[in-house]
């Protein structure tokens, strides 16, 4: 306890003048459905130039029993370590507009202090909003168009959303509770979870990292590539529909939450269905075996 929070991370000497950039983040660890939020932050990565100006001790943050690293084994010897990162990039946008990235594995230990490690960052650079973004299960098909869940620190910056719960209890996360000390602080803070179609929530879903950016590039006032992520996007939902064309059973259930879908939204006005509703949902199960296996096939986590 005590500990200095600056100790945690470690920074570029040559950082320029960030006096109103947004900082963006994504950490892995909680729950992200259709690895939207994922799919999201590495489209960035892959997108624009971009460069570490800040890292993190993971030395002091992460478990490593709980989550293994991976390592190479070459025939007699160890040859690879995939040693987790935890930094902040700085991009610029299609435009030229300077942004931060924080991304890599949620924190294990220290919340508060890896918390107040970030918000010393946001202080210094003089960072005006903070943007967090994932996915959630939805009870509601593809084939129907994706909403966001908002929630900010101020209710002026997600006036714009409907809002589903009143008041629920959830797990904890680091992203969460970072938003809630921002605010705390008086800094401005949101975070975004797309609807992911829950019968989709394990595969990569790129169609939910398209509605993110979406919804970052508007907030944060941003010009952000998306012709990679569309395209991603358009051919998933292209084998998607062809899978269900192929089973009856597949396609039954989608009719199924269609009509739910459709029946729920009319009554209250158009908001989103989410898997948390008192509402029966389908299991992925009963999606039927050409379903998983088509899941399962999923493998471009990159989303290119």
Known sequence: MGQDPEQLVEVDSDVPDLDGAVLLHNLDGFMDAGGAGRVLAEHLVNSLESRVIARFDVDSLIDYRSRRPTMTYATDHWAEYEAPELVVRLLHDTVGTPFLLLTGPEPDLQWERFIAAVRGLIER??????????????????????????????????????????????????????????????????????????????????????????????????????????????????EIDRQVADSDEVAEVVRGLERQYDTFTEAVGGRSLLAESNERMPTADELGEEFERFLAEQSDPKGK
């Not at 209890?169 to 797309?194: F, K, M, T």
């Open 125 to 238: 650079w003089g960072v005006r909003l903070t943007v967090g973004f994932h996915g959630i299960p939805m009870g509601a098909p593809h084939t129907r168009p994706l909403g966001v869940t908002a929630h900010a620190t101020r209710s002026e910056l997600v006036a714009d959303y409907p809002q589903v719960f009143n008041r629920i209890q959830v797990p904890g996360s680091v992203e969460a509770l970072l938003e809630l000390r921002l605010g705390q602080a008086g800094h401005d803070a949101i975070g975004y979870a797309a609807h992911v179609p829950h019968y989709l929530s394990q595969a990569t879903y790129p169609a939910a990292g398209l509605r993110l950016l979406g919804a970052v590039s508007s907030v944060a006032a941003l010009d952000l590539p998306e012709l990679a992520l569309r395209e991603a996007a358009d051919r998933t939902n292209t």
